[in-house]
C-alpha cells in the first residue's frame, strides 16, 4: 500500500490498542501506542531510501528483506526500544504487541498489491502478490479517514476503528471475488492459458492482466466484466548469444529480471551502439509499457549505459540514457 494509507491504518490500530485496559487506563501508554503502531506501520518501508542510491538497488530490494520474517520480528524491538527512552515508565510489553501487529498488518497487506512482497524469505525469494488490491485504493484510504473524523465527534476510538476494519475486511472480500471473476472470464476466451497475473488499477471495475499461454503472451484490460485483448506478442526463448549474455550482466537489466515475472525482450541495431530492450508486461498506459530495463553495448559489447524503472515516453526514456541532453 502507499505511504498515506500505512499511515492511517497505524492510527486505527492505535485506536482499537485502546480496549487493551493497560492502554485504556495509562495516557502515556496511548501516547507510546500511537506512536509505535504509526512507526510499526511504516518501518517495513524504509528500504525506500534506495531510491537516493538508483533504480537497480530500489527495484531489487523494495519490500523485500525489509518485509521478511526476521524483519517483522526485528521492527517492532527497534522501535519499542527507541520508545522506551522517551516514555520508559509505560507497560513495554503490551506496546511490543501492539507495534508488532502494526508491521504484520503492514506486511499483510502488502500482499494482495500487484507488486507484493519477499514475506517468505528466508524460506522463499518468491514475490508473493495476489494482486486484488491497488497500491492506493480510495476506498481503503478514505474508509480510514471517516473513522478518524468518527473518533474525533467522540465515538470511543476502538469502537471507530473495528467498524472501519470490519468494513474493510468485507471489501477485500469483494475484491477477492471479482479478481477470480476476471481470471475466469480470462480462461475462457484465452483456453490455452499458463498463467494469468492479474494487477488492480485505480478505477473499481478496471483490472490490467498479463496472461502467458503456449505461444504468446497477451496483454488484456477487464473493464465492468469485458474482456478486451489490447496486445499479442509471440514468446520468444532469450538467444544464448554474447551480445545478450553481456547485457544480461548489467546490474539494471538483473534488477529488472529479478521482479519481473512476464516479459518481452527486443534488440535494435544503431550505428554506433546496439540496444537490448525488456519491458514488463504487466503495466500499460495509453498504449505504452512505461516499466523498462534498457542496455546500449558498443561493437565490442562493452556497456555504454543502462536504465531500468518507470518512464512514460521515449524522449524521457532517451534523457535517461543520456542520449539527448538533458
Known amino acids: 500500500m502507499d505511504t498515506g494509507t500505512h499511515f492511517v491504518m497505524g492510527i486505527a490500530l492505535g485506536g482499537i490498542a485502546t480496549i487493551d485496559p493497560v492502554i485504556n487506563q495509562d495516557p502515556l501508554a496511548l501516547e507510546a501506542v500511537l506512536l509505535g503502531t ?18 537497480a538497488k530500489y527495484i531489487r530490494n523494495h519490500r523485500g528483506i525489509t518485509h521478511s520474517i526476521p524483519a517483522v520480528l526485528l521492527w517492532p524491538l527497534i522501535i519499542v526500544g527507541a520508545i522506551s527512552l522517551f516514555l520508559p515508565t ?38 508473493v502478490a495476489l494482486g486484488v488490491i491497488n497500491t492506493f485504493d480510495p476506498f481503503i484510504f478514505f474508509a480510514h479517514i471517516v473513522g478518524i473524523i468518527v473518533w474525533q465527534l467522540g ?3 476502538h469502537q471507530a476503528f473495528i467498524g472501519v ?15 477470480r471473476s476476471v481470471v475466469h472470464s480470462v480462461e475462457k476466451i484465452i483456453p490455452d492459458t499458463t498463467e494469468i497475473i492479474v494487477s488492480p488499477t485505480f478505477k473499481f471495475n478496471q483490472w490490467h492482466v498479463a496472461v502467458e499461454s503456449k505461444n504468446h503472451f497477451h496483454v488484456v484490460r477487464a473493464v465492468n466484466g469485458e474482456i ?8 520468444k526463448s532469450l538467444p544464448k548469444t554474447p551480445l545478450m549474455e553481456a547485457a544480461l550482466i548489467d546490474d539494471n537489466l538483473s534488477a529488472f529480471l529479478s521482479f519481473s515475472p512476464v516479459y518481452r525482450w527486443e534488440i535494435e541495431e544503431h550505428s554506433e ?20 530495463a534498457v542496455v546500449h553495448l558498443d561493437h565490442d559489447l ?23 541532453p538533458s
Open 90 to 127: 509505560v507497560n513495554l510489553l503490551h506496546i511490543w504487541i501492539w507495534t508488532f501487529i502494526a508491521v504484520i498488518l503492514h506486511v499483510f497487506v502488502d500482499i494482495f498489491n500487484a507488486y507484493g512482497t519477499q514475506a517468505l524469505r528466508p524460506f522463499s525469494r518468491k514475490w
Open 165 to 179: 476494519f470490519l468494513v474493510v475486511a468485507v471489501y477485500y472480500v469483494v475484491r477477492i471475488q471479482m479478481k
Open 228 to 235: 478486451i485483448i489490447q496486445d499479442t506478442f509471440e514468446r
Open 273 to 292: 551502439f546496439t540496444e537490448v530492450r525488456f519491458i514488463d508486461l504487466r503495466y500499460r498506459s495509453k498504449g505504452y509499457y512505461p516499466f523498462v
Open 302 to 324: 562493452n556497456i555504454k549505459n543502462s536504465y531500468t524503472g518507470w518512464i512514460f515516453s521515449e524522449k524521457k526514456l532517451r534523457k535517461k540514457l543520456d542520449i539527448l
Open 38 to 55: 504509526i512507526i510499526g506501520s511504516q518501518a517495513p518501508d524504509l528500504d525506500t531510501i534506495l531510491k537516493l542510491r538508483n533504480n
Open 155 to 157: 465515538v470511543a476510538p
